[in-house]
Structure formats: structure tokens, C-alpha cells
């Protein structure tokens, strides 16, 4: 079964600052990863995606992911954070499901405080 | 493009109430998921369509809960005698198709349901 789990449910950063979320995952089969970003009152927008190409994934708002199969992680990174970063980040893992869906396995998510 | 759409996007409703959730996918995604979002919790996997068929229903919790979906477009989330634990977030995405090779999941904004 695949699970994922985020470390810290709240993290708060200096404007300009390293930006770290972290995931680690458990899956049985080679994962495919994501992470999403969810602002207040809005839907999930996905920032990046790892699909067993490149382990390094760069994805939207400068922010960037490595995936290591070693330490079963897919840290998020951005390297200076900005205010407009503030909100929550959710990762997710996919799998195809005995019926064949690909349903999306999410962490409980973190929530990013930027302060200026 | 527009995005996904549900409405309503907030809901009250009286403990044993029924109520109705919709979901306006993007045109032409055939794949088609629900997602529960509970305070504090991720995101939970409750049913997947490709097309009009649901091949998978193995997140819906109870009895209480059925979907449907017409003409590969909009999908109709309905709970019946409403309790409070079903108070949540409730998220709809859509996908062109039903792998995650070349295409992420694109989600609405949701409907914020609350059983009183």
C-alpha cells in the first residue's frame, strides 16, 4: 500500500529564506510524485510532478524537488521565499488502482508561513 | 481555458438533509475524480469515472454516498441522511485521460459542506 507522509504540519520561514517541506513516501512499486499547493479558498494547483525521468524536478514559482529513491523522499525546495509563497503544500503520490484508476494518495499536508 | 467548476461552493445543511454536489470538469477530460478534504486531514480518494462508467468506487465510506456522471461531463456527488463527520471539503478533478503519464489532475475549487 502507498503512503505518504509530511514532516511538520506548519513551517514557518523570513522572507528570503530557504524554503524545506518535507515527504517521504512508501510505495511498492516505482512511485510517481507530485506536489500541489493549495491557497485559501482555491483548488489544488499542481507545482511540479516526478515521473521516473530526471530525480531533480523543477516546477512553477522557482520551486524544485529531488527525488531519492535511497531515503524514499521528495523534498520540496524554493530558495528564497517570497510573501506570496504562503500557503499550504500537500504531496502526493499516484498509483493505479486494482479497478485501474490513478488515483492521487495525498500527505496531510504543510502549511507554509512566510514572514516578512 | 476554463478550469473546473463545482457548485455550490458553500453548503449548510441539517443533520439527515440529502444534499447534491456538482462537478463541471474541463471539456474533453475523460477521467473525472472525487476527493474528500477533512479538517486536518489530506486529501481522501472517493471514486473515479472514466467516461461515464465508475470502475472505481472503493473510497466512497458508506452507502450514504453515490455518484453518477453524464454525457462525459458533469459528475453529481450525492450523500443522503447527512451526518457531521461528512463535513468537509469535497474536491473534484479532472483529467484528459486516465493515466498519469502525460496528465496531472486538474482540480476544482470545491464545495465546502458543513452538517449542522
Known amino acids: 500500500a502507498q503512503s505518504v507522509t509530511q514532516l511538520g504540519s506548519h513551517v514557518s520561514v523570513s522572507e528570503g529564506a530557504l524554503v524545506l517541506l518535507r515527504c517521504n513516501y512508501s510505495?511498492?512499486?516505482?512511485?510517481?510524485l507530485f506536489w500541489y499547493v493549495q491557497y485559501p479558498n482555491q483548488g489544488l494547483q499542481l507545482l511540479l510532478k516526478?515521473?521516473?525521468?530526471?530525480?531533480l524536478v523543477k516546477g512553477i514559482n522557482g520551486f524544485e524537488a529531488e527525488f531519492k529513491k535511497s531515503e524514499t523522499s521528495f523534498h520540496l525546495t524554493k530558495p528564497s521565499a517570497h510573501m506570496s509563497d504562503a500557503a499550504e503544500y500537500f504531496c502526493?503520490?499516484?498509483?493505479?488502482?486494482?479497478?485501474?484508476?490513478?488515483?492521487?494518495?495525498f500527505g496531510k499536508g504543510t502549511k507554509l508561513s512566510v514572514i516578512p | 481555458g476554463a478550469g473546473v467548476s463545482q457548485s455550490p461552493s458553500n453548503k449548510v445543511t441539517e443533520k439527515g438533509k440529502d444534499v447534491e454536489l456538482r462537478c463541471d470538469p474541463i471539456?474533453?477530460?475523460?477521467?473525472l475524480y472525487w476527493y474528500r478534504q477533512r479538517l486536518g486531514q489530506g486529501l481522501e480518494f472517493l471514486i473515479y469515472?472514466?467516461?461515464?462508467?465508475?470502475?472505481?468506487k472503493s473510497g466512497l465510506p458508506s452507502d450514504r454516498f453515490s455518484a453518477e456522471r453524464t454525457g462525459e461531463s458533469v459528475s453529481t456527488l450525492t450523500i443522503q441522511r447527512t451526518q457531521q463527520e461528512d463535513s468537509a471539503v469535497y474536491l473534484c478533478?479532472?483529467?484528459?485521460?486516465?493515466?498519469?503519464?502525460?496528465?496531472?489532475?486538474?482540480f476544482g475549487p470545491g464545495t465546502r459542506l458543513t452538517v449542522t
Open positions: 478533478a479532472s483529467s484528459p485521460q486516465g493515466n498519469y503519464y502525460s496528465y496531472e489532475q486538474y
Open positions: 510505495s511498492s512499486v516505482p512511485p510517481y
Open positions: 516526478y515521473t521516473s525521468a530526471a530525480t
Open positions: 502526493a503520490v499516484s498509483f493505479i488502482s486494482g479497478a485501474g484508476s490513478y488515483q492521487l494518495t
Open positions: 471539456s474533453g477530460h475523460t477521467a
Open positions: 469515472f472514466q467516461g461515464n462508467s465508475a470502475p472505481d
